[in-house]
């Protein structure tokens, strides 16, 4: 009989789900993959989406990163984020409900049932927290880092300044826009990215020519969230003393093997990476770093004979590429 319910009990599962009753998660449910319109604890009607990397099985006494995914229409998706999820071991969570055309405070209580269910069901970093969103959506995600700073660490905003939303100087902002955006011009967007960084925050921008109101490509976001979570994984004020040493001890590790990086457009990534996190300069082989990176710059301009010059850092949080510049 045990064995019986045993074999039946997944099918037992798939039909409280489809007849639309509630059934809880356990732990065993959220194997690698994507779980989607999974119901919030506080109201089952709003549901979320989560991506979880294959470490998650695997290491079952971590903590893991988490990028929340927000949308101006409603369901976001995972941002197309998955292989940067699997290879830096965090996890996707998408918040379906909140959209434009709702009153900030049922939003808000959207956003915490989202939080507030995850925190009880998955293994959550306690601060190497990020959101991300375009439009609409990108002012959803400041609100969370607004409304949680201690839980938080980066937003990612696309085509969206905020409107005036602001966010403890710890977190990092990172700013993607068109310059032709006719819907959110992008001289509010470069104001709030002034603003930002006069208070203080780690803060970055990527002004696209000729782009409207659009959403970044994948390699752009992907660029910004590298960088914001390389920075906060030694940076931020509430990590735990233990995960900054491990990754100080990365970071020194990287540098060293960064000049052995054969491909020389990925060993200036890697350098102009390394180069932009805090304090680097300070590092007893940060010349080794300088070097990896003049190398790479000679043998990419070699290369591209009569053709723009390669992406040229003037500072470690400036940087000019063929598209646009980031700063």
């Known amino acids: 009989m045990h064995k019986y319910l045993s074999r039946t009990f997944p099918i037992l599962r798939l039909l409280t789900v489809l007849l639309g009753l509630t059934a809880p998660l356990s732990a065993e449910d959220f194997t690698p993959g994507a779980h989607k319109r999974l119901p919030c604890d506080g109201n089952k009607e709003w ?17 893991f990163p988490v990028i929340w995914c927000c949308g101006a229409g409603g369901n976001p998706g995972f941002w197309q984020l998955e292989q940067w999820a699997e290879k830096n071991e965090a996890l996707l969570i998408a918040m379906n409900d909140p959209k434009n055309g709702l009153y900030w405070n049922t939003i808000h209580k959207m956003q915490d049932d989202v939080i507030a269910t995850t925190e009880a069901k998955l293994r959550l970093h306690p601060c190497l ?16 880092a607004k409304r949680y700073p201690d839980k938080h660490a980066g937003v990612i905003m696309q085509v969206h300044s905020g409107n005036l939303t602001i966010c403890p ?4 902002v990172a700013f993607i826009a068109g310059d032709a955006d006719k819907t959110h011009p992008i001289s509010v967007t470069k104001t709030a990215y002034e603003g930002f960084k006069r208070r203080g925050n780690p803060v970055k921008i990527l002004v696209v020519p000729g782009r ?8 752009e976001i992907v660029s910004m969230l590298d960088w914001m979570y390389n920075y906060q994984r030694i940076s931020h004020p509430n990590l735990p003393p233990e995960d900054k040493a491990a990754v100080k001890k990365e970071i020194a590790e990287r ?3 960064c000049g052995d990086i054969k491909d020389p457009a990925a060993r200036l990534a890697e350098s102009e990476l390394l180069m932009s996190l805090s304090d680097i300069e300070k590092s007893p082989d940060y010349k080794l770093l300088v070097v990896a990176w ?14 723009a010059e390669p992406g ?10 063929g598209e646009g510049k980031t700063e």
Do not use: C
């Open 47 to 63: 549901t979320w989406d989560v991506f979880i990397p294959k470490a998650y099985a695997e290491k079952p006494d971590k903590k």
């Open 129 to 144: 927290r990020f959101s991300i969103g375009a439009s609409g959506g990108a002012w959803q995600a400041i609100w969370i």
């Open 169 to 172: 100087k710890h977190i990092s």
């Open 212 to 219: 409207g109101h659009e959403k970044a490509k994948t390699d």
């Open 255 to 257: 540098i060293k093997a």
């Open 294 to 307: 003049s190398k790479a710059s000679r043998e990419l301009a070699e290369a591209m004979t009569g053709a």
């Open 312 to 321: 040229k850092v003037r500072n470690k949080n400036t940087v000019v590429s």
